[in-house]
């Protein structure tokens, strides 16, 4: 007589089971973000890529996007004073400033070549951090292209229109007053200011000129007086042998 052998009997371990568990889980978690999203999606048209379309997002104040350079919302003029920092800091090479010592009414060097080149920025934002005046700043476009490298090499004039549009939009938000906008480290004076500076500069030279002439004055009567000195002795000595 055959005798079968009897199947051993495996038993089923609980994470096995746990296994399964999981995997449903799992399953269902994806599809409740698919559901989710396709809700979002399909029926409350609130995509998650947005295409012009539907609009486009808004963009967090705090976005570190394309570099501008400010205007002093108080005096109306260019914060830059030349210093140059920034240029000296940019890891890209893409700054490129020249200055001229002397333009009335502004204060510090005035810049009147100053080139970003959006070709290189990397958007570290060292220039902004190294400027010790606010005349840098991170905006919130982040749209630049072009049809060619040429495009993307912004001039002054087109660094103060950006910057310029992200100091009304600040304004606009309310984040600050003119002052936090453009900073209280603005070195910027309005032309009356710059006028009585000017004239209190004159009068301070005219003042040095005047002591430096009386102290000549003094020098060249003092001689004089030595000179007379030591002649009225001569003749005192003069008048005793006599
Ligand atoms: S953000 Fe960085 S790379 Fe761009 S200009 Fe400023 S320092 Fe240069
Ligand atoms: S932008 Fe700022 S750091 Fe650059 S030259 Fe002007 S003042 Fe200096």
Not at 67 to 72: E, N, R, S
Not at 96 to 110: F, L, Q, S, V, W
Not at 130 to 136: D, G, I, K, Q, S
Request: proline share 4%; net charge positive; aromatic share 6%.
């Amino acid at each position: 007589m055959k005798v079968t052998p009897t199947k051993p009997i495996i038993p089923i371990l609980p994470s096995y089971w746990q296994d399964i568990l999981d995997s449903i889980v799992t399953v269902a978690k994806g599809m409740w973000v698919t559901l989710r999203n396709f809700g979002r999606v399909v029926i409350k048209r609130q995509a998650t890529t947005i295409t012009k379309k539907w609009g486009s997002r808004e963009i967090a104040l705090r976005y570190r996007g394309t570099i501008g350079l400010t205007i002093d919302k108080r005096t109306g003029k260019e914060n830059c004073i030349g210093c140059l920092a920034c240029e000296r800091i940019c890891p890209d090479h893409c700054i490129h400033i020249e200055t001229i010592d002397d333009k009335p009414g502004h204060k510090g060097k005035y810049p009147v070549v100053f080139i970003i080149d959006n070709n290189l920025c990397s958007l570290c934002g060292l220039c902004v951090e190294a400027c010790p005046v606010p005349a840098l700043i991170h905006t919130e476009i982040w749209q630049v292209g072009g049809y060619s490298h040429r495009d993307l090499v912004f001039d002054k004039q087109r660094l103060l229109e950006i910057g310029e549009w992200q100091q009304e939009r600040w304004i606009r938000v309310g984040i600050g007053n003119i002052d936090q906008v453009t900073g209280k480290k603005s070195m910027q004076m309005t032309d009356e200011e710059w006028q009585a500076e000017e004239e209190k500069k004159k009068a301070a030279a005219a003042a040095r000129a005047q002591r430096a002439a009386t102290a000549r004055q003094q020098q060249t009567a003092q001689p004089e007086k030595t000179k007379h000195f030591s002649g009225s002795k001569a003749m005192s000595q003069e008048t005793v042998e006599g």
